[in-house]
């Protein structure tokens, strides 16, 4: 066998195997293993290049949705892979990239989806009360089962088919990168699936408020459908306080408690996949293959729930040389007492970790490889959400909510 494989030719799932405790791909081993380290810094800085670009563009504002913070409507995963995929398909990337892109998705990605649980608390599902959990989960069942459908009558690939039920079911581009690894997911899928989820959700952030104000809906029920009905929680929130302050509210609430069964979602997905052998092509034990990032994943979202990440008072003064404090000319390296959020900080740090390993799925697509997808997923995936939608409705009107 070579000790000097073209890089290119591998997929990225292909380099997820020990996140689901199976061995790391013989590319990795050898002698080229000890040069992987300092080539990757390429790769890894290039990755973080355009991840930072794709921050400052999702953080413009958007008007007119620009009560919920000025926030950009457009999740900073979509646009690290656009901008990724940009870069890729004008420029030629030199292959010294590829071990570093490939440490983004394999290391960067597990410790993200880790990180992503402690926005999670179990209790907001509590809070919005029965009917409204009851619906989240009707939501989440039709969305996954009409994909199932979708692949078993053989409209869809498997794994696309099941990115693009997770994305739709329950939290569009988060949902699908945290379930890639799961199913071992190719790159071009997850680029698909994004672009497709995002795309529905746009569409609806835009159509859903005009559809309420003709039907002249509740606040609280608008907020419901809204909460249900997109994908995206920024697309969630632009809609909500578009419509009204209370509506915006509910939206968010009511979304919050949909992300929170993500968890037992991707537990049964990665359950399944393992015991299916999807993994290595035969049956195996489960607990060698499933991806135990998503215990961590729980872990975690349990920690926050039971107040266990707190909010930290600490004191600069001590920690860091005393010509460090006393020259800094930034008012965080200053000495006395400084709040520190534990959420708050492992929610940025997973939301920028996701968006870096996006950005290094987007440096190694290419539109050739999308090409092949075809336009019936997307289609599919655009009915899948106007059922969604057109069921919620349904339900709320029967409710009277």
Same mark, same amino acid.
């Given at each position: 066998?070579?000790?000097?494989?073209?890089?290119?030719?591998?997929?990225?799932?292909?380099?997820?195997?020990?996140?689901?405790?199976?061995?790391?791909?013989?590319?990795?081993?050898?002698?080229?293993?000890?040069?992987?380290?300092?080539?990757?810094?390429?790769?890894?800085?290039?990755?973080?290049?355009?991840?930072?670009?794709?921050?400052?563009?999702?953080?413009?504002?958007?008007?007119?949705?620009?009560?919920?913070?000025?926030?950009?409507?457009?999740?900073?995963?979509?646009?690290?892979?656009?901008?990724?995929?940009?870069?890729?398909?004008?420029?030629?990337?030199?292959?010294?990239?590829?071990?570093?892109?490939?440490?983004?998705?394999?290391?960067?990605?597990?410790?993200?989806?880790?990180?992503?649980?402690?926005?999670?608390?179990?209790?907001?599902?509590?809070?919005?009360?029965?009917?409204?959990? %009851?619906?989240?989960?009707? +939501? @989440? /069942?039709?969305?996954?089962?009409?994909? !199932? =459908?979708?692949?078993?009558?053989?409209? *869809?690939?498997?794994?696309?088919?099941?990115?693009?039920?997770?994305?739709?079911?329950?939290?569009?581009?988060?949902?699908?990168?945290?379930?890639?690894?799961?199913?071992?997911?190719?790159?071009?899928?997850?680029?698909?699936?994004?672009?497709?989820?995002?795309?529905?959700?746009?569409?609806?952030?835009?159509?859903?408020?005009?559809?309420?104000?003709?039907?002249?809906?509740?606040?609280?029920?608008?907020?419901?459908?809204?909460?249900?009905?997109?994908?995206?929680?920024?697309?969630?929130?632009?809609?909500?306080?578009?419509?009204?302050?209370? %509506?915006?509210?509910?939206? +968010? @609430? /009511?979304?919050?408690?949909?992300?929170? !069964? =993500?968890?037992?979602?991707?537990?049964? *997905?990665?359950?399944?996949?393992?015991?299916?052998?999807?993994?290595?092509?035969?049956?195996?034990?489960?607990?060698?293959?499933?991806?135990?990032?998503?215990?961590?994943?729980?872990?975690?979202?349990?920690?926050?729930?039971?107040?266990?990440?707190?909010?930290?008072?600490?004191?600069?003064?001590?920690?860091?040389?005393?010509?460090?404090?006393?020259?800094?000319?930034?008012?965080?390296?200053?000495?006395?007492?400084?709040?520190?959020?534990?959420?708050?900080?492992?929610?940025?740090?997973?939301?920028?970790?996701?968006?870096?390993?996006?950005? %290094?799925?987007?440096?190694? +697509?290419?539109?050739?490889?999308?090409?092949?997808?075809?336009?019936?997923?997307?289609?599919?995936?655009?009915?899948?959400?106007?059922?969604?939608?057109?069921?919620?409705?349904?339900?709320?009107?029967?409710?009277?909510?």
């Amino acid at each position: 066998m070579s000790t000097n494989p073209d890089l290119s030719r591998y997929a990225w799932a292909d380099y997820l195997d020990s996140m689901d405790g199976l061995p790391d791909p013989v590319i990795l081993r050898g002698p080229r293993a000890a040069r992987v380290g300092p080539s990757a810094s390429w790769g890894l800085a290039s990755a973080l290049i355009v991840a930072i670009a794709a921050v400052w563009i999702s953080e413009l504002p958007f008007p007119p949705f620009t009560l919920s913070g000025k926030r950009h409507p457009i999740e900073g995963v979509m646009v690290a892979i656009m901008l990724g995929m940009i870069v890729a398909n004008i420029l030629p990337l030199p292959k010294l990239l590829h071990p570093g892109l490939k440490f983004c998705t394999k290391k960067l990605l597990p410790l993200a989806i880790i990180l992503l649980g402690a926005r999670l608390d179990f209790m907001a599902v509590v809070r919005v009360g029965a009917q409204a959990v %009851a619906m989240s989960v009707g +939501t @989440i /069942v039709l969305g996954l089962g009409l994909f !199932l =459908l979708f692949i078993k009558w053989g409209w *869809v690939p498997r794994k696309l088919g099941l990115l693009l039920g997770v994305g739709t079911a329950i939290c569009g581009g988060t949902a699908i990168v945290a379930a890639a690894p799961v199913i071992e997911a190719d790159d071009k899928d997850v680029t698909f699936s994004v672009a497709t989820v995002t795309l529905c959700g746009l569409a609806a952030m835009f159509l859903l408020p005009l559809a309420a104000q003709v039907m002249h809906m509740s606040d609280r029920a608008f907020g419901i459908w809204a909460g249900l009905s997109i994908h995206q929680t920024p697309q969630v929130i632009a809609a909500g306080f578009a419509y009204s302050q209370s %509506a915006g509210d509910t939206a +968010t @609430i /009511v979304k919050l408690a949909r992300v929170c !069964l =993500l968890a037992p979602v991707l537990l049964i *997905v990665g359950w399944q996949a393992a015991r299916s052998g999807h993994h290595t092509g035969k049956r195996v034990q489960v607990l060698q293959v499933f991806p135990m990032f998503v215990l961590g994943f729980l872990a975690m979202a349990l920690l926050r729930t039971v107040g266990l990440l707190p909010d930290l008072t600490v004191r600069l003064s001590g920690l860091l040389p005393e010509f460090m404090v006393r020259h800094s000319s930034s008012a965080a390296l200053g000495a006395g007492p400084h709040d520190v959020n534990v959420v708050h900080v492992c929610d940025t740090a997973s939301k920028f970790l996701i968006v870096a390993a996006m950005a %290094a799925v987007g440096l190694e +697509t290419r539109f050739s490889a999308l090409k092949k997808t075809g336009v019936r997923p997307l289609l599919l995936g655009l009915s899948a959400s106007v059922v969604i939608c057109a069921v919620i409705l349904a339900a709320l009107m029967a409710l009277r909510a």
